[in-house]
C-alpha cells in the first residue's frame, strides 16, 4: 500500500498564510516546529512535513479505513530526503523528493525508492485537473482496470478481480499518482508484478 501527497510551492506561497498566529501549534508538534526553526528555509520545511503527513494519512487511511484531521498525530521524523511517520502504533517510511516547483512525499510500510509519476497540468480548473490526472492514471495501465473508490473514499485500482493500491494528488500545478508494486485482494498480498 501507498500514500502520497505533493505541494506546488508556487500555489503555497499565493494562498497559504502558515506564520499566522497559533497555526504552527495546530499543525506542528514542538519537535516539528524545532525542524522549521533551524531549517536553512522554513518555508520548504512546513511544506515538506505538511507533505510528510498528509502522504502518512493517506497510507493510514488504506489500511484503517477512516476519516479524521488530526495533523498534530502523524509526527514526523526528518532525516535527508527520508523519514518516519507515527500515528499511535502505525508507523511507516517516508521518501521526500524537492524540487523547485514542488515537493512530493511517498508514504509506505517499508522503505522503497519513489514511484510516483508527476504531471504538470495543462489545465487550471481543479476539476479538469482531477479528470486529467485520472486519465493518465488509467493510460498506465491495462484497459481492464477502473478506478474505484470505497465508501471513504479511498482510491484502488480494480478488474473486478485483483485490487491495485493507489494513490492521488494534486495542487496547483502539479499532480501525481503512484500504483502500489504489490496486487492485492483485501489486505492480502498475492504477486509483486510491476505496472
Given at each position: 500500500?501507498?500514500?502520497?501527497?505533493?505541494?506546488?510551492?508556487?500555489?503555497?506561497?499565493?494562498?497559504?498564510?502558515?506564520?499566522?498566529p497559533?497555526y504552527?501549534?495546530?499543525?506542528?508538534?514542538?519537535?516539528?516546529?524545532?525542524y522549521?526553526?533551524?531549517?536553512?528555509n522554513?518555508?520548504?520545511?512546513v511544506?515538506?512535513?505538511?507533505?510528510?503527513k498528509?502522504?502518512?494519512?493517506?497510507?493510514?487511511?488504506?489500511?484503517y479505513p477512516?476519516?479524521?484531521?488530526?495533523?498534530l498525530?502523524f509526527?514526523?521524523?526528518?532525516?535527508d530526503?527520508?523519514?518516519?511517520v507515527?500515528?499511535?502504533d502505525?508507523?511507516?517510511?517516508v521518501?521526500t523528493?524537492?524540487?523547485l516547483q514542488?515537493?512530493?512525499?511517498?508514504?509506505?510500510l517499508?522503505?522503497q525508492?519513489?514511484?510516483?509519476?508527476?504531471?504538470k497540468?495543462?489545465?487550471?480548473g481543479?476539476?479538469?485537473?482531477?479528470?486529467?490526472?485520472?486519465?493518465?492514471l488509467l493510460h498506465?495501465?491495462?484497459?481492464?482496470?477502473q478506478?474505484?473508490r470505497?465508501?471513504?473514499?479511498?482510491?484502488?485500482?480494480?478488474n473486478?478481480e485483483?485490487?491495485l493500491?493507489?494513490s492521488l494528488?494534486?495542487?496547483?500545478s502539479y499532480?501525481?499518482?503512484?500504483?502500489?508494486?504489490c496486487?492485492?485482494?483485501?489486505?492480502e498480498?498475492i504477486?509483486?508484478?510491476?505496472?
Open positions: 500500500m501507498v500514500g502520497n501527497d505533493l505541494v506546488d510551492l508556487n500555489e503555497a506561497g499565493r494562498t497559504s498564510n502558515w506564520q499566522r497559533r504552527m501549534d495546530k499543525i506542528f508538534t514542538s519537535n516539528e516546529q524545532g522549521i526553526k533551524d531549517a536553512e522554513s518555508f520548504r520545511m511544506w515538506r512535513l505538511w507533505s510528510m498528509e502522504a502518512a494519512y493517506k497510507l493510514y487511511t488504506q489500511i477512516s476519516r479524521f484531521y488530526n495533523p498525530g509526527e514526523c521524523e526528518v532525516t530526503q527520508s523519514g518516519w507515527k500515528f499511535k502505525f508507523l511507516c517510511y521518501e523528493k524537492e524540487t514542488y515537493i512530493l512525499s511517498e508514504a509506505r517499508n522503505p525508492s519513489l514511484g510516483s509519476t508527476i504531471i497540468f495543462r489545465c487550471t481543479q476539476r479538469e485537473q482531477s479528470e486529467e490526472l485520472k486519465a493518465r498506465g495501465v491495462d484497459d481492464s482496470y478506478l474505484k470505497n465508501k471513504m473514499g479511498v482510491p484502488s485500482l480494480t473486478g485483483q485490487l493500491s493507489v494528488t494534486h495542487h496547483g499532480g501525481a499518482f503512484v500504483i502500489d508494486h496486487f492485492r485482494n483485501g489486505n498480498s504477486g509483486n508484478e510491476a505496472v
